[in-house]
T-cell receptor
Framework: KQEVTQIPAALSVPEGENLVLNCSFT??????LQWFRQDPGKGLTSLLL?????REQTSGRLNASLDKSSGRSTLYIAASQPGDSATYLC??????????????FGKGTKLSVKP | DTAVSQTPKYLVTQMGNDKSIKCEQN?????MYWYKQDSKKFLKIMFS???????INETVPNRFSPKSPDKAHLNLHINSLELGDSAVYFC??????????????FGSGTRLTVV
């Protein structure tokens, strides 16, 4: 059974810092991994998606890496801004049938960037 | 031009009532989903559905039932609502089960409160 873990659960940094959010998954049989952002009381916004054959994806100040064999992904945020404050969710599309073949989420990292 | 839209955004109802949440996607995706986000913010799959197959997470009570009038809609009907059903419900869609480069697209959520 696929399980996704995100560390840390919460992170507070001053504005301008570079930071790394970690995600690990127990089974490397995945199709892809997707990072989302969730603002309080809002829905999920897709940030980056990495296919299992890829090593990284970049979008603006965000860079996501994937090491499938070790079951790890990182989301790197450069030059953090207060507007980056949100909960960041890592989700894995597993290579299983049934309900476990759907997107499996971690519990998220709540990021606070202080001015 | 909202991609995945849910209605209502908020729903407050009494225990024992029956309610429905509607979801529509205009992305032409072939698969739709319902996720539940509990009070601890953990997102868990409830159903996935395409025109061929309904996959139900075994932990979902049979008071919950998805109804799909067509490929672009997947509504969630809940019978005999209980206090523990209070949560945020997210609809999502994907193409080819989420294995493509576009991944999953989520709606903005419906906050259900049972009193």
């Amino acid at each position: 059974k696929q399980e996704v873990t995100q560390i840390p659960a919460a992170l507070s940094v001053p504005e301008g810092e570079n930071l790394v959010l970690n995600c690990s998954f127990t089974d490397s049989a995945i199709y892809n991994l997707q990072w989302f952002r969730q603002d309080p009381g809002k829905g999920l916004t897709s940030l980056l998606l990495i296919q299992s054959s890829q090593r990284e994806q970049t979008s603006g100040r965000l860079n996501a890496s994937l090491d499938k064999s070790s079951g790890r992904s990182t989301l790197y945020i450069a030059a953090s801004q207060p507007g980056d404050s949100a909960t960041y969710l890592c989700a894995v599309k597993s290579d299983y049938g049934g309900s476990q073949g759907n997107l499996i989420f971690g519990k998220g990292t709540k990021l606070s960037v202080k001015p | 031009d909202t991609a995945v839209s849910q209605t209502p955004k908020y729903l407050v109802t009494q225990m024992g009532n029956d309610k429905s949440i509607k979801c529509e996607q205009n992305l032409g995706h072939d698969t739709m989903y319902w996720y539940k986000q509990d009070s601890k913010k953990f997102l868990k799959i409830m159903f996935s559905y395409n025109n061929k197959e309904l996959i139900i997470n075994e932990t979902v009570p049979n008071r919950f039932s998805p109804k799909s009038p067509d490929k672009a809609h997947l509504n969630l009907h809940i019978n005999s609502l209980e206090l523990g059903d209070s949560a945020v419900y997210f609809c999502a869609s994907s193409q080819d089960g989420g294995a493509t480069r576009h991944g999953y697209t989520f709606g903005s959520g419906t906050r259900l409160t049972v009193v």
